[in-house]
């Protein structure tokens, strides 16, 4: 099983290009979220589904689209990339019935935008 | 509103020492769950321990323990017996909600520690 992953590992974008990251779970969990991580402020939650179908807006969702069609895929869409998006990004997903509700991270992706 | 602090920005410990990294939380829901994570420097989270608002008893994971207090809504990590390769991030994370399928789930700032040899 690869667990969680994510593509790419590294990206470099110009202001105003879009993109979309990728994050594929093959554990049949129900819970998907997307973290951004900047130095000194930790994870911070920016999208989160709970299921196919569902999703629902976390802490910095501004600029950030998501959908989740099937439960194995859950992409981040960056509409118009700003320099303020240049941060590493991290898939992680969780079982609704997990007794310790841990979620499991990919490797993240690195971004960055110039 | 959700929130986490991590007050510690850095820590220093020696190693065989034991270490307390601390997390205070703010909800106002009864049912949520709390935990710490650790970072390396290659960067992967690492999931460490995990304790229920409703535990009666707190949790421990080898030589990782979380010292809950929910009157005081505090739950610090206790590293017991610290290794070298203890140096990393470790960052608190609540996810309320537990008793309705709720999954959201934030985390803290994070503290870095340093293991000294």
């Known amino acids: 099983n690869a667990g969680v992953t994510q593509t790419p590992k590294f990206q470099v974008l110009k202001t105003g290009q879009s993109m979309t990251l990728q994050c594929a779970q093959d554990?049949?969990?129900?819970?998907m979220s997307w973290y951004r991580q900047d130095p000194g402020m930790g994870l911070r939650l920016i999208h989160y589904?709970?299921?196919?179908?569902?999703?629902d807006q976390g802490e910095v969702p501004n600029g950030y689209n998501v959908s989740r069609s099937t439960t194995e895929d859950f992409p981040l869409r960056l509409l118009s990339a700003a320099p303020s998006q240049t941060s590493v990004y991290f898939c992680?997903?969780?079982?609704?019935?997990?007794?310790?509700?841990?979620?499991?991270f990919g490797p993240g992706t690195r971004l960055t935008v110039l | 509103a959700q929130k986490i602090t991590q007050t510690q920005p850095g820590m220093f410990v020696q190693e065989k020492e034991a270490v307390t990294l601390d997390c205070t939380y703010d909800?106002?829901?009864?049912?949520?769950?709390l935990f710490w994570y650790k970072q390396p420097s290659s960067g992967e989270m690492i999931f460490l321990i995990y304790q229920g608002s409703y535990d009666q008893q707190n949790a421990t994971e080898g030589r990782y323990s979380l010292n809950f207090q929910k009157a005081r809504k505090s739950a610090n990590l206790v590293i017991s017996a610290s290794q070298l390769g203890d140096s990393a991030m470790y960052f608190c994370?609540?996810?309320?909600?537990?008793?309705?399928?709720?999954?959201?789930?934030?985390f803290g700032a994070g503290t870095r520690l340093f293991v000294k040899a």
């Open positions: 994370a609540m996810r309320e909600g537990l008793g309705t399928g709720g999954f959201k789930t934030i």
């Open positions: 992680a997903t969780t079982d609704r019935d997990r007794e310790n509700n841990e979620q499991f």
């Open positions: 909800t106002s829901d009864p049912s949520y769950g």
């Open positions: 589904s709970v299921g196919a179908g569902i999703t």
């Open positions: 554990m049949n969990h129900e819970y």
